[in-house]
T-cell receptor
Framework: AQSVSQHNHHVILSEAASLELGCNYSYGGTVNLFWYVQYPGQHLQLLLKYFSGDPLVKGIKGFEAEFIKSKFSFNLRKPSVQWSDTAEYFCAPCQDGQNFVFGPGTRLSVLP | GAGVSQSPSNKVTEKGKDVELRCDPISGHTALYWYRQSLGQGLEFLIYFQGNSAPDKSGLPSDRFSAERTGGSVSTLTIQRTQQEDSAVYLC?????????????????FGEGSWLTVV
């Protein structure tokens, strides 16, 4: 069965700091990769997704993620975070297009 | 409706009672998912519907949990004889195509969740 790990449970940054959230998954077959974000008091929304092609994908709000197949990783990055990026971030590989396996989530707190 | 709708938004129930959670997916979406998020935990997959059938029920935590979907639309998640460990946010999601992870470009849309507290 597929599993997914996110390296950090809680990340605290100051505004303008750079962000990288780690995500590793275990499945070796066809995997599509997603990052979801949940802002305080809101429901989950899609941040970005990778299906094929350029392994560096860009999402909303300046986020990007890089798929490294050899490392089974799909890390999320942002060069300069803002206070409004405070949220919980979920990495979600989708195995063989069947269903998602969500990571445990990383809480990001950005200090103003 | 415009988005995935769930009801009730909040439910407090006594231990041992049965509860029903309802999900109304986006019109036309054939795939429907139930997840739950417990306090301090990540999202946990419960069940997936394609149309009215459930090819994957592997995430249901016990036989007290069941779900059905009728008319390829509304789904109900039922928890019988609730326990305190059932307290969580139950999230419903839907997607247009059968396999949202493929390169068709389908995206999974989540509702706002049903907060269940068992006291």
């Amino acid at each position: 069965a597929q599993s997914v790990s996110q390296h950090n449970h809680h990340v605290i940054l100051s505004e303008a700091a750079s962000l990288e959230l780690g995500c590793n998954y275990s499945y070796g077959g066809t995997v599509n990769l997603f990052w979801y974000v949940q802002y305080p008091g809101q429901h989950l929304q899609l941040l970005l997704k990778y299906f094929s092609g350029d392994p560096l994908v860009k999402g909303i709000k300046g986020f990007e993620a890089e798929f490294i197949k050899s490392k089974f990783s799909f890390n999320l990055r942002k060069p300069s975070v803002q206070w409004s990026d405070t949220a919980e971030y979920f990495c979600a590989p989708c195995q063989d297009g069947q269903n998602f396996v969500f990571g445990p989530g990383t809480r990001l707190s950005v200090l103003p | 409706g415009a988005g995935v709708s769930q009801s009730p938004s909040n439910k407090v129930t006594e231990k041992g009672k049965d509860v029903e959670l309802r999900c109304d997916p986006i019109s036309g979406h054939t795939a429907l998912y139930w997840y739950r998020q417990s306090l301090g935990q990540g999202l946990e997959f419960l069940i997936y519907f394609q149309g009215n059938s459930a090819p994957d029920k592997s995430g249901l935590p016990s036989d007290r949990f069941s779900a059905e979907r009728t008319g390829g639309s509304v789904s109900t998640l039922t928890i019988q004889r609730t326990q305190q460990e059932d307290s969580a946010v139950y999230l419903c999601a839907s997607s247009l195509g059968p396999y949202p992870g493929t390169g068709v470009g389908n995206t999974i849309y989540f509702g706002e969740g049903s907060w269940l507290t068992v006291v």
